[in-house]
């Protein structure tokens, strides 16, 4: 659990961007009030660290940037490892409001909200991710997904599906973990697109999906019937997976 402890803070301060090192604060500078809160996460005792910070939070308005936003997420956590998730959940949207969190502290808070049910802020805070801090998406474990996705089916949640297959699906989208997941976000949304009526976007998804096989097998859709692509057969899935493709006239 990512803590804000002395030693913490300065390795923080010292692997700060370039343009930013003029900004680093001295340890010295740090208020007594936070060290001692993040001894006191370290050791687990979470709740007097909770308590520390919400007091200093509350009577100094002048916490250095980089402080605050090490505090919030030590309190996110904190607040989470007692079961306090509402409380969790505030501190982790202060906390990501700064330029500088932490991939971390976004993955927790969309836990959060996937874990309280809120598909409506969860889809909020992926499309953020994807405009601006695609790392912090792509770091993500894919399973979150493909576990959301499978909850939405249930909920038989179509219009949250695309949305968020919109984001999965896109070339920024690249998951540290598993590339091949996002050909099946693929064939999903194809299903998704054509159920909508958007077929000539589902042509398009399709035209996306990298691996020959999965791509030949989705374009074999009887709906996209006279307008998938027409030169997937059998040899050219075995001799290229990239072929340029041709959309047959309906």
């Known amino acids: 659990m990512p803590v804000l402890n002395r030693a913490a803070i300065a390795l923080a301060l010292t692997v700060c961007p ?22 006191a996460a370290v050791s687990g ?9 919400a007091e200093e939070l509350r009577r100094n308005s ?25 409380l969790a959940y505030e501190y982790a949207v ?38 601006g801090r695609g790392a912090a998406l792509n770091s993500m474990p894919s399973e979150i997904f493909t576990a959301w996705n499978s ?6 949640d179509d219009l949250t599906r695309r949305s968020l297959f919109a984001v999965l699906t896109s070339t920024s989208y690249q ?33 996306e999906i990298e691996n020959p096989s999965t791509r030949m097998a989705v374009s074999l ?9 027409t030169n997937l057969g059998p040899r050219a899935v075995t001799t290229s997976s990239a072929l340029p493709l041709t959309l047959a006239k309906p």
Not at 45 to 53: D, G, K, M
Not at 182 to 199: C, H, K, P, S, W
Not at 221 to 229: K, N, S
């Open 94 to 131: 202060a906390g990501t409001k700064f330029y500088r969190s932490s991939d971390r502290l976004w993955r927790l808070r969309l836990q959060l909200e996937l874990q309280a049910n809120r598909d409506d802020l969860a889809l909020s805070t992926v499309q953020t991710l994807a405009n």
């Open 221 to 229: 859709d009887p709906r996209l019937h006279g307008i998938t692509p």
């Open 151 to 156: 909850g939405l089916k249930l909920k038989k």
């Open 45 to 53: 005792e979470c709740r007097t660290a909770l308590r520390l910070i």
């Open 18 to 39: 370039a343009p930013l090192l003029a900004q680093e604060t001295a340890l010295k500078d740090i208020p007594e009030r936070l060290l001692r809160a993040g001894e």
């Open 175 to 207: 998951p540290e973990d598993s590339l091949t997941v996002v050909d099946d976000f693929r064939r999903e949304y194809v299903d998704l697109l054509i159920r909508a009526g958007a077929t000539s976007a589902a042509v398009s998804v399709v035209g």
């Open 62 to 86: 002048a916490i250095p940037e980089d402080v605050h936003n090490a505090t919030l997420e030590t309190a996110a956590n904190c607040a989470g490892e007692t079961g306090n998730f509402n």
